[in-house]
């Protein structure tokens, strides 16, 4: 079984800070896909990146692949209050299914 | 954004009833899958279906069973309903995209 281990669960920062929200696995990847989910709301697709050392970048959001495939960061720059959500990984199988295996989650609050 | 809805979006039963969720989808994605979120689990699949009348299992499928007679319709049935089947249930498709989801709104399901 293939695991995601997020950190950290839970982060509670001001607005314009910045913070880096990690995913980690012992397992490869075919994909990483990050999600944000707001309260009542289903997952919304964020990033896919399917290349080891990829960074892709959306206004102040980077992401970036490790060189192995195994884990991925998500760093926000200036942190706004629209930011707040539950951030979400998501790695994809090497299987025709698109099977996919999601991190645990981690909640970011960013207070005004 | 992808059209996916789900149907109840909200439901409370007793335990020991049959319950099914719907999820219906207007984009003609091959690829369809049930998971339930959990606090401290993050998304667990239930089941997925990889065409019409092809389905199979995934990391919590006992207690459910599912069907797609339509490549636009799946359908999650308890066939008998747990309090410990009380969750937020997710539907999701995908098409050909690498492993890319896009999520239904979600159904809150309470088991008393």
């Known amino acids: 079984t293939q695991l995601l281990e997020q950190s950290p669960q839970f982060l509670s920062i001001q607005e314009g800070e910045n913070l880096t929200v990690y995913c980690n696995s012992s397992?490869?990847?075919?994909?990483l896909q990050w999600y944000r989910q707001e309260p009542g709301e289903g997952p919304v697709l964020l990033v896919t990146v399917v290349t080891g050392g990829e960074v892709k970048k959306l206004k102040r959001l980077t992401f970036q692949f490790g060189d192995a495939r195994k884990d991925s960061s998500l760093h926000i720059t200036a942190a706004q209050t629209g930011d707040t959500g539950l951030y979400l990984c998501?790695?994809?199988?090497?299987?025709?299914?698109?099977?996919?295996?999601f991190g645990g989650g981690t909640r970011l609050m960013v207070k005004p | 954004d992808a059209g996916i809805t789900q149907s109840p979006r909200h439901k409370v039963t007793e335990t020991g009833t049959p319950v099914t969720l719907r999820c219906h989808q207007t984009e003609n994605h091959r690829y369809m899958y049930w998971y339930r979120q959990d606090p401290g689990h993050g998304l667990r699949l239930i089941h997925y279906?990889?065409?019409?009348?092809?389905?199979d299992k995934g990391e919590v499928s006992d207690g459910y069973s599912v069907s797609r007679s339509k490549t636009e319709d799946f359908l999650l049935t308890l066939e008998s309903a747990t309090s410990s089947q009380t969750s937020v249930y997710f539907c999701?498709?995908?098409?050909?995209?690498?492993?890319?989801?896009?999520f239904g709104p979600g159904t809150r399901l309470t088991v008393l």
């Open positions: 279906s990889y065409g019409v009348k092809d389905t």
């Open positions: 998501a790695g994809g199988g090497f299987n025709a299914g698109n099977m996919l295996t």
């Open positions: 999701a498709i995908s098409g050909l995209a690498g492993n890319e989801q896009f």
């Open positions: 397992s490869v990847f075919s994909s």
